[in-house]
Every structure is written in structure tokens, then in C-alpha cells.
């Protein structure tokens, strides 16, 4: 075929979510991905929330590495803060086999009716007459196709957001640089992951640990560029040295994360962005799989609204913009501007910070119990953070 409703462009968690439910609407779609095989090479620390992920898949055992029941927090001079899973945010819950994990969510998309291409990049999109020209290379030759919408999931470095106009550019206090080493012969709870935060270990973002069953796990650090005296990497290898000299490394990542917030608008005539192309990462955490996954279901629901309809105008798809704003703009917005405060709080009021909560039992941290100890033991932080907090 060269001829479709729906041509999603990547195909991570976006965009295989996209193309099944363009697909299971009865809608003509193909999914195509750059790589040659789904979901290789693995550029993420594989965290999703249990209720996050469970709203668009049933666990498999095949996909899922670990089951978290908690997260600890540890402060620069070692104070540690633990929640459970379902108070940590949308990163725990699960640690995913991501390269298994993305390859099943596009057999979905393939079992829904999509049409799957890998080895196969889209390298221009044109738009004329009310439909869009898609130029594709796929296993070495090029062809154009056509499509009426374009959903771009083509992640951090999307290139449809640039082919379209799209502004979703990012300054240097905008992105994480990440790096990250599946990791064996370390210690840890294999049910607890684990975040290190601190200028002191990562200047404008963090440590992480998530366990990948018993004997290994992903260890990982995110740094701002425009905080961050050295790379990523020596962050890391520093921390490393000194927390897990024996820990053997087998396998190296490394990637961007858009930490921009809420972008205005992921849509434009016969074209709409979703999952990191539309920067719908957390600010704070940098997660991005559930979101994107969201997005690509609300994305996937206007493409067949405006193939019902007749309509691919910018116009028509602002709905998709209205709708993700809904579900999640808001958090995107406060988080931002969270992560702002954070990152001025120097490292010893981090220190206080956890150190007035860590005595907490697990069973009893809440939002509710935190702004209480925070208010009794720091008024003035609490007076800064009131809003995030109450
Ligand atoms: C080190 C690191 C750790 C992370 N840890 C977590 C975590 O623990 N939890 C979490 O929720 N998030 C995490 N993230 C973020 C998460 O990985 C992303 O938010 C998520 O993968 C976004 O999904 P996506 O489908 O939007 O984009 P991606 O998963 O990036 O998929 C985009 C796809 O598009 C393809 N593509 C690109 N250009 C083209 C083209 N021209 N033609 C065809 N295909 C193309 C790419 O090959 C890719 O497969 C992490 C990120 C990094 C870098």
C-alpha cells in the first residue's frame, strides 16, 4: 500500500499505542521505525507505574523484570526517605524489559490491523492539497507515500517537529543528559529502586537504581548541560567508584530527556506529536513512557475523529492538544516550575529536608504528613513550597 489514513512515524511506546488504536478504529495505518529491530538499543531506566502501564497493557511476565514494592530516597549526606511504589510517582511500579516490552506493544499495533515496517525512516514529510507526502527509506530505497494525518513518536530528536514547524526546540536547562550501565555484582533490594539526588551526585538531576530481577540493574545518572561542571559520565563513574567499586558493568546507554514542561501546542495541519517528540516527559523525573503511551491513545482517537470527519486542519486537531492537556498538562506545568525550585535548593537543604521526614514510617507518608513535618520543622521551605505540597 501507498495510500493510508495514518502513517506513525516510530515506533516506541507512542507510537505502537498510536497505530493500534488508529487501527482498532478501522482506520488504514503504518507504523514505521528507523531501527532494525524494535526496541534495540534500550535508551531508558525501564520504570513505569503499575497503574500507568495497566491501563494499556496486562502484565507479562515476559516484559516486566521487576516488581517494586518501594523507592528510597538518598539525601547528599546520606539521609534516606522511603515511599512506597504507589506514592513514588509514575516511574515505579514495574521495571520493564524494554527491548521486549516495545517489540510487543507494535505486535498490538500489528494484531489491531497496522501495517509494520522496521529498517525504515521517514526522511520528509510534504503536505499538499489536504494530504501529506511522506518520503520513506526503507531497507535502502526510497518511495513516497501518502497518508491524511501523521502522527510523529519519533522521540527526543523528532524530525517531524522540524519538518512541520513545530517548536519544541530545547535550551541547554531544558534536557538530562543520561547515562546509564546495566550493572552486576552490586547490592541492592531487588524490590526497591533507588534515587540519589544532590548537586553533590548529579547537578540538575539524579542517581537512579532500578533493579532488573535479582542480580542486576540499571544504574543510571541525569545531568543538565548548563549546570554541570563534567559529563554525565564522570558523575556517574565517580559515584560508582565509591558506592559499588566491585559492581561489573555489562551493557552501556546513553540519551537525552526533554525536561521542557508542557510545550503550547503538539499539532499542526494533517500532523500531531506525541511521547518525547511533543516533549511530554516529566520535568522532574524525566519519565516519559507512561505519558507518551496516553498521548499516543489520545492522538490515535482524534486521527479517526478527523478521518470521520473530513477534517486534518490544525483546527480539528487542536482537540488532541485540549486532551492531552487534561490528562496530564497540568502535572507537566507544576512540575516545571517544581523542578525550578529544586534546582536552587543547595544540597544541605536537601539534607534537612530528608532528614525532618525520614523518621516516617512507610505505612504513613503522605502528601499530608510530609507538608506537616515540613511546616513543623522548616515554615520558611514550607512557605516556599506551599503550593506544590498542600
Ligand atoms: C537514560 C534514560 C532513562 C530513562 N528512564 C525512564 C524510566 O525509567 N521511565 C520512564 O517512563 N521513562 C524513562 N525515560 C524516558 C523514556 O525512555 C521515553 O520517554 C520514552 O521512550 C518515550 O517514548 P516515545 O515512544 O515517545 O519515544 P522513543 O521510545 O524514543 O521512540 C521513538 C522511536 O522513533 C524512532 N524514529 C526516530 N526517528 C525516526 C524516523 N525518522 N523514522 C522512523 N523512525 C524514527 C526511533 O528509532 C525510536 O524507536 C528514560 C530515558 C533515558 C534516555
Request: proline share 3%; with cysteine; glycine share 10%.
Given at each position: ?5 495514518v ?8 507510537g505502537?499505542?498510536?497505530?493500534k488504536t488508529?487501527?482498532e478504529?478501522?482506520?488504514?495505518v ?11 538499543p534500550?535508551?531508558?531506566a525501564?520504570?513505569?507505574?503499575k ?7 496486562k ?5 516486566i ?8 530516597i538518598?539525601s547528599?549526606?546520606s539521609?534516606r526517605?522511603?515511599?512506597?511504589a ?6 515505579v ?6 527491548k ?7 505486535m ?16 520528509y ?10 518520503g520513506?527509506?526503507s ?39 543520561c ?25 540538575g ?29 564522570w ?7 565509591e ?7 555489562v ?9 521542557k ?11 500531531m506529536?506525541?511521547?518525547d ?7 522532574i523525573?524525566?519519565?516519559?513512557i ?11 482517537l ?6 470521520e470527519?473530513g ?43 530528608i532528614e ?5 514510617p ?9 507538608a ?15 503550593e506544590f505540597?498542600?
Amino acid at each position: 500500500m501507498t495510500d493510508y489514513d495514518v502513517i506513525v512515524v516510530g515506533a516506541g511506546p507512542s507510537g505502537s499505542i498510536s497505530a493500534k488504536t488508529c487501527a482498532e478504529k478501522g482506520l488504514s495505518v503504518l507504523l514505521i521505525e528507523k531501527r532494525q529491530e524494535i526496541g534495540v538499543p534500550v535508551r531508558c531506566a525501564e520504570g513505569v507505574s503499575k497503574k500507568g502501564l495497566e491501563r494499556f497493557v496486562k502484565p507479562d511476565e515476559k516484559w516486566i523484570a521487576s516488581e517494586i514494592e518501594r523507592a528510597e530516597i538518598i539525601s547528599p549526606s546520606s539521609h534516606r526517605v522511603v515511599l512506597s511504589a504507589e506514592k513514588a510517582g509514575n516511574e515505579v511500579g514495574y521495571v520493564l524489559e524494554r527491548k521486549v516490552f516495545d517489540r510487543y506493544l507494535a505486535m498490538l499495533a500489528s494484531r489491531a490491523g497496522s501495517n509494520v515496517l522496521t529498517k525504515t525512516s521517514a526522511v520528509y514529510i510534504k503536505r499538499e492539497n489536504g494530504i501529506v507526502r511522506v518520503g520513506i527509506r526503507s531497507m535502502g530505497e526510497e518511495e513516497e507515500l501518502t497518508a491524511k494525518i501523521v502522527i510523529g513518536a519519533d522521540g527526543v530528536e523528532s524530525r517531524v517537529a522540524k519538518w512541520v514547524g513545530i517548536d519544541t526546540t530545547l535550551k541547554l536547562n531544558e534536557i538530562e543528559s543520561c547515562v546509564q550501565y546495566l550493572m552486576t555484582n552490586i547490592d541492592f533490594d531487588p524490590s526497591t529502586t533507588y534515587f540519589w539526588i544532590g548537586k553533590k551526585y548529579a547537578p540538575g538531576g539524579y542517581i537512579w537504581l532500578f533493579p532488573k530481577g535479582k542480580d542486576s540493574a540499571n544504574v543510571g545518572i541525569g545531568v543538565m548541560p548548563a549546570l554541570a561542571e563534567r559529563d554525565a559520565k564522570w558523575y556517574l563513574d565517580r559515584f560508582l567508584k565509591e558506592n559499588f567499586p566491585e559492581g561489573e558493568i555489562v551493557e552501556v546507554v546513553v540519551g537525552g530527556v526533554p525536561v521542557k514542561g508542557a510545550i503550547d501546542t503538539a499539532v499542526s495541519d494533517n500532523v500531531m506529536l506525541v511521547g518525547d517528540a511533543a516533549r511530554h516527559t516529566d520535568p522532574i523525573t524525566g519519565g516519559g513512557i507512561v505519558n507518551g503511551m496516553i498521548a499516543g491513545y489520545l492522538a490515535g482517537l482524534t486521527a479517526y475523529e478527523a478521518v470521520e470527519s473530513g477534517d486534518f486542519s490544525e483546527r480539528f486537531l487542536r482537540r488532541y492538544d485540549e486532551r492531552w492537556k487534561a490528562e496530564f498538562g497540568e502535572s507537566l506545568v507544576r512540575n516545571k516550575k517544581l523542578q525550578e525550585k529544586m534546582l536552587k535548593l543547595e544540597d544541605s537543604v536537601l539534607d534537612r529536608l530528608i532528614e525532618s521526614v525520614k523518621g516516617i514510617p512507610i505505612e504513613e507518608m503522605s502528601v499530608k504528613r510530609l507538608a506537616y513535618e515540613i511546616f513543623k520543622k522548616h515554615p520558611r521551605l514550607f512557605w516556599d513550597l506551599r503550593e506544590f505540597i498542600i
